[in-house]
T-cell receptor, first 117, second 117 residues
Framework: AQKITQTQPGMFVQEKEAVTLDCTYD???????LFWYKQPSSGEMIFLIYQGSYDEQNATEGRYSLNFQKARKSANLVISASQLGDSAMYFC??????????????FGQGTELSVKP | AAGVIQSPRHLIKEKRETATLKCYPI?????VYWYQQGPGQDPQFLIS???????DKGSIPDRFSAQQFSDYHSELNMSSLELGDSALYFC????????????????FGAGTRLSVL
């Protein structure tokens, strides 16, 4: 069975600094997708970035980048130039199953990020 | 851009009552997923639909049922509510294009916060 592990329950970062949120995964699938979502205190789940197992380049979306190390089965999220609005819970997730019959997301436990002014 | 719409945003029910949660996916998205997120927990997959047919099922209680209608909106029906059903319920949608190298990003609605008293 697939599994996502986030070992940092909480993280602090100074405003304008970079921060890395860790995520490791376990799967026997050759093809898979990894996602990061942000959940502010208001509760909504916001998609941030995607990395496919076949992608040779690390994904980037603005201030977000994904440090994908396939051999180590890790997909760490890097947030550059942290802003106060980045304070939120961050979830790493993996898509389970292929095709139109699958695709459900398996989530990690989440990391609570606090940005200090 | 249009997002996933969930209603109601908040719902308060008594034990043993019933509740119906509605989800309107992003236009042209034909796949819908339902997740349940308990307090301080990561989201857990409940059930999914592709082209109005159930495509996958997770740890959804027998007291819950769901369907996807001809306009692709979905409803989650919950009966005999228990205190433990209090949670944030998310609906997510994605395009039905499936394939190993397709991103299949799931976009989440703002969620329905259900409180069972």
């Amino acid at each position: 069975a697939q599994k996502i592990t986030q070992t940092q329950p909480g993280m602090f970062v100074q405003e304008k600094e970079a921060v890395t949120l860790d995520c490791t995964y376990d799967t026997s699938d050759q093809s898979y997708g990894l996602f990061w979502y942000k959940q502010p205190s208001s509760g909504e789940m916001i998609f941030l970035i995607y990395q496919g197992s076949y992608d040779e380049q690390n994904a980037t979306e603005g201030r977000y980048s994904l440090n994908f190390q396939k051999a180590r089965k890790s997909a760490n999220l890097v947030i550059s130039a942290s802003q106060l609005g980045d304070s939120a819970m961050y979830f790493c997730a993996m898509r389970e199953g292929q095709g139109n019959q699958g695709g459900k997301l398996i989530f990690g436990q989440g990391t609570e990020l606090s940005v200090k002014p | 851009a249009a997002g996933v719409i969930q209603s109601p945003r908040h719902l308060i029910k008594e034990k043993r009552e019933t509740a119906t949660l509605k989800c309107y996916p992003i236009p042209r998205h034909d796949t819908v997923y339902w997740y349940q997120q308990g307090p301080g927990q990561d989201p857990q997959f409940l059930i999914s639909f592709y082209e109005k047919m159930q495509s996958d099922k997770g740890s959804i209680p027998d007291r819950f049922s769901a369907q996807q209608f001809s306009d692709y909106h979905s409803e989650l029906n919950m009966s005999s509510l228990e205190l433990g059903d209090s949670a944030l319920y998310f609906c997510a949608s994605r395009e039905g294009l499936a394939g190993e190298r397709v991103k299949n990003i799931q976009y989440f609605g703002a969620g329905t916060r259900l409180s069972v008293l």
